[in-house]
């Protein structure tokens, strides 16, 4: 059993159930452990990466292990793949399993398993590990979405941070209805509304339902010739690109733009100078084809410098 370091913060992602479980489990292990509340913050890809370390000890989760999280007094619990070894932090690691099945590894270790948080524990791994072999594969995509939908902090505050409210929560019912209707329709309109971005990466157009389950079907099904396949959606007055693909290529697409994941699910904010989805696509476009730009833009100008009307 570990002996964990008193935290000063819980440091988590934003973007999804699996840091969402993961932070919540690691808040309540902290205060079984220290007796008082950690507070828990919440970033996505690009905020996180810009943020300062500047804590004594903390907690970090659903975040890849990077040389400048191997502090002393820190703990990490993580999936993400990573090639930085922990010398100086503690680290929790497994690719095998979500940030929040670690987590909750440590909570059973100290008391505090339930019946309802290995429920909740296992529906969060199958969704985040995208286990689409699994008979609660459908169920969890819809845990997964509440976060989606009704986003991080709306779901911290209507179940009070108390995880176990999840369970058989009367949103999923709006889940539900949202894959078995929408889904279908969206599938079908987005086959028809997918454009170049560059020779690798096709932008999908989504109109309704599931983004991430729509993409997941037109990879499956090969419905396009582009490895990797990104979906844009505007959300507090920023634009976030997701990246998804099936042999590891999305990851790699991602970090471009100062982004992270899986290798097969990440994404990243675009710059503030992105203010809606057309401004998006057109900055992915100038920024995955840089050469091809460039000699666009030098055509422009020299036909900009003729008189073709002598």
Known sequence: MLTLPKPEVILTHESDLDGFVAGLLLQRLAEKLHGERVPLQAYHYNFWKQRDLRERAAWVTDFTFEAR?????????????????????????????????????????????????????????VADLFLENDPDFDTAGDYAGLVKVYTFWNLHTLIEGELERLIDHPLLEVMTVKRRVEDPIGLEWSKQHVAEISATVGFVET???????????????KATNYPVLVTLFRRANSVFASFRSRNGEALKVAEKFQGGGHANAAGAILPKSVRNLDDGVDFLRQALNPKKEASLNTLENLFAGLDLGK
């Open 69 to 125: 999280l191997d502090k002393p007094g820190w703990l990490v619990v993580d999936h993400h793949v990573t090639a930085t070894p922990a010398k100086n932090a503690r680290l929790c690691h497994d690719v095998n399993k979500s940030a929040g099945r670690l987590a909750y590894e440590l909570c059973q270790q100290h008391g505090l398993g339930s019946p309802t948080l290995d429920r909740l524990v296992q529906l969060n791994n």
């Open 207 to 221: 109109i309704v339902g599931n983004s991430n389950q729509i993409v997941h079907r037109l990879l499956e099904s």
